[in-house]
T-cell receptor, first 109, second 117 residues
Framework: GQNIDQPTEMTATEGAIVQINCTYQ??????LFWYQQHAGEAPTFLSY??LDGLEEKGRFSSFLSRSKGYSYLLLKELQMKDSASYLC??????????WGAGTKLIIKP | GAVVSQHPSRVICKSGTSVKIECRSL??????MFWYRQFPKQSLMLMAT?????????EQGVEKDKFLINHASLTLSTLTVTSAHPEDSSFYIC?????????????FGPGTRLTVT
């Protein structure tokens, strides 16, 4: 089967750094996405990795290791507005997105 | 660019009635549209994939006679929930991909919150 695993919930402090991990097993691989989703809203695109390595975009970075079936999203200089769910999704051989259950990130002052 | 809208954003209907949700690509031609459902505190579940002018492909376990999908034009797809029941209450999200889009790209609509009473 296909599955995406990520922690259910994480807590971090404003101004700190947090790393959200994602492991995956899918039928084929055409890239891995990270999305941010605030409660009651649709997901918004954060990053896309298709090659191994680190992609940096402002305060957010995403890392991929295809051989390990592993990715992480790194959030730096956390702000209260970063409190949201973070969804890991993999595009499989049919270009369908397989979604993780999401990690709820709670930011404390 | 690549804006997708959904209408309505929220809808409340009575059990047994049908509800239609529209998904529109505003500034590009959507050759493929996806319909997702998301229950509280759960991830997105793909319901069906539709290509313009052809029948939708439904995921296993999704009743195609209950969730009618029409993708009659390159800018509009509709999802009709027929004979809705309270267990159909959910957050429905569409996404779209254009002819010029990379195969991996999907642009999401803002979602529709359906409550069946």
């Amino acid at each position: 089967g296909q599955n995406i695993d990520q922690p259910t919930e994480m807590t971090a402090t404003e101004g700190a750094i947090v790393q959200i991990n994602c492991t995956y097993q899918t039928s084929g691989f055409n890239g891995l996405f990270w999305y941010q989703q605030h409660a009651g809203e649709a997901p918004t695109f954060l990053s896309y990795n298709v090659l191994d390595g680190l992609e940096e975009k402002g305060r957010f970075s995403s890392f991929l290791s295809r051989s390990k079936g592993y990715s992480y999203l790194l959030l730096k200089e956390l702000q209260m507005k970063d409190s949201a769910s973070y969804l890991c999704a993999v595009s499989n051989s049919n270009y369908q997105l397989i979604w993780g259950a999401g990690t709820k990130l709670i930011i404390k002052p | 660019g690549a804006v997708v809208s959904q209408h309505p954003s929220r809808v409340i209907c009575k059990s047994g009635t049908s509800v239609k949700i529209e998904c529109r690509s505003l500034d590009f031609q959507a050759t493929t549209m996806f319909w997702y459902r998301q229950f509280p505190k759960q991830s997105l579940m793909l319901m069906a994939t539709s290509n313009e002018g052809s029948k939708a492909t439904y995921e296993q376990g999704v009743e195609k006679d209950k969730f009618l999908i029409n993708h009659a034009s390159l800018t509009l797809s509709t999802l009709t929930v027929t004979s809705a029941h309270p267990e159909d209450s959910s957050f429905y999200i569409c996404s779209a991909r254009g002819e010029q889009s990379p195969d991996y790209e999907q642009y999401f609509g803002p979602g529709t919150r359906l409550t069946v009473t």
